[in-house]
Each structure stands twice: as C-alpha cells, then as structure tokens.
Nanobody, 121 residues
Framework: QVQLVESGGGLVQPGGSLRLSCAAS????????IGWFRQAPGKEREMVAQ???????HYGGTAKGRFTISQDNAKNTLYLEMNNLKPEDTGMYYC????????????????WGQGTQVTVS
C-alpha cells in the first residue's frame, strides 16, 4: 500500500531554515503528483508546493521565494527546503500524493502522511 513518511520538522527561530523529507513507497513514484501541505492552528489546510508527474513545480503564495521543493526519484523521496522561516510558517506539514494534478490541485485518490510539526518561535 502507499505510504508517505515525513521527517525533518522541529523548533526553529525566525529567520532559520529546515529541510523536510517525505519517503514514499507502495507505488511507482514518478507517475504521481506529490507535494507538501500545511495546516496551522485554527486555519484551513493549504498547499505549500507540489511537483507534477512531469516534473513541473508549483508553489503556493506563502512559499514563493523562500521554499524550494525537490525530489530524488532514485530514493523515492520528496524534500522541502524552507529558508527565512517566519512564525506564521508554524504548523503541521503533510506530504501527499495523487495520480493527477493541475496547478495546486490534486485529483483522484489522495494519499497522506502523518505529518511533521514545524514551529517557528
């Protein structure tokens, strides 16, 4: 079955950096769209960034210029490099995959990891 396991979260001071990882298994990695979402306390979940199955990348407004999404297809692993972190970046960060996507939207059955907490304070 599809499994997504996030890691790399933690507590960081404003202006600091973190690198999140998502190890994917149970499907042919390069055939799915995969991305990062986050949910802050009291707020709706939002997409941070995603990579389409053709390699095209999309970023949500909050991530542009500060976050970089990348992947290592050989390791079936997705990354999110986050720089110049701000307190408003605090939240649970989830990795998700779906068979189809367009822009920041996923289509078809979605698979989710358990999340990794990022706290900027």
């Amino acid at each position: 079955q599809v499994q997504l396991v996030e890691s790399g979260g933690g507590l960081v001071q404003p202006g600091g950096s973190l690198r999140l990882s998502c190890a994917a298994s149970g499907y042919t990695y390069s055939t799915y769209c995969i991305g990062w979402f986050r949910q802050a306390p009291g707020k709706e979940r939002e997409m941070v960034a995603q990579i389409q199955d053709d390699g095209m990348r999309h970023y949500g407004g909050t991530a542009k210029g500060r976050f970089t999404i990348s992947q290592d297809n050989a390791k079936n692993t997705l990354y999110l490099e986050m720089n110049n972190l701000k307190p408003e970046d605090t939240g649970m960060y989830y990795c998700a995959a779906a068979p189809s996507c367009s822009g920041l939207n996923f289509y078809g059955r979605e698979y989710w990891g358990q999340g990794t907490q990022v706290t900027v304070s």
